[in-house]
């Protein structure tokens, strides 16, 4: 049975345990918010109005999980883990409370964890860091020389080189 709660610090909405997001209007009438795709991370987003022209954006399943689920060890937990790991499924049911160091070795052991040129959001291959590496530690270029010539920002480039990132690559 859908059960709703008041979203916390947002006193017109309410979350319910299924996942869906309504507002409470002047005349006591509910209206369900719209909820979209957060883009690269695939989880539902809903946008509330928490001031005049301030909209904050909230993932449903963090919601659904602070508002439902007990967290038995708030000094350890402070992420909402999917079991079917579907973003779109925010149902009470597939929550969990878990923690960022737990969640990427889940990933890393189901073979998810993208590293390096295998990661969507890459711009470099193993290749270019070794050739961006050789032209910082020669001082052919500077770090905003490497940065343009691969189209990256220049503190990106530095953590590149100095080997802060991409760490699996000699």
Wanted: net charge positive.
């Amino acid at each position: 049975m859908e059960q709703w709660k008041q979203i916390e610090g947002h006193e017109a909405y309410e979350i319910s345990n299924t996942g869906f997001v309504r507002v409470k209007l002047p005349k006591g009438e509910y209206k369900e918010l719209v909820r979209s795709d957060s883009g690269c991370f695939r989880y539902y987003m809903v946008s509330l109005v928490v001031g005049p022209k301030v909209v904050k954006k909230k993932y449903i399943h963090r919601m659904v999980g602070e508002a439902f689920l007990p967290n038995p060890n708030p000094d350890l937990y402070d992420c909402i883990g999917l079991k079917n790991k579907d973003g779109h499924d925010c149902r009470l049911e597939n929550l969990y409370w878990t923690n960022q160091k737990e969640l990427m070795a889940l990933r890393k052991e189901e073979n998810k964890y993208a590293k390096g040129s295998e990661h969507h959001m890459s711009k470099m291959t193993e290749e270019d860091v070794v050739y961006a590496r050789s032209l910082y530690q020669t001082g052919k270029m500077t770090l905003t020389q490497i940065a343009r010539k691969f189209g990256i920002d220049p503190s990106t480039t530095g953590s590149m080189v100095k080997g802060i990132t991409w760490k699996h690559v000699k």
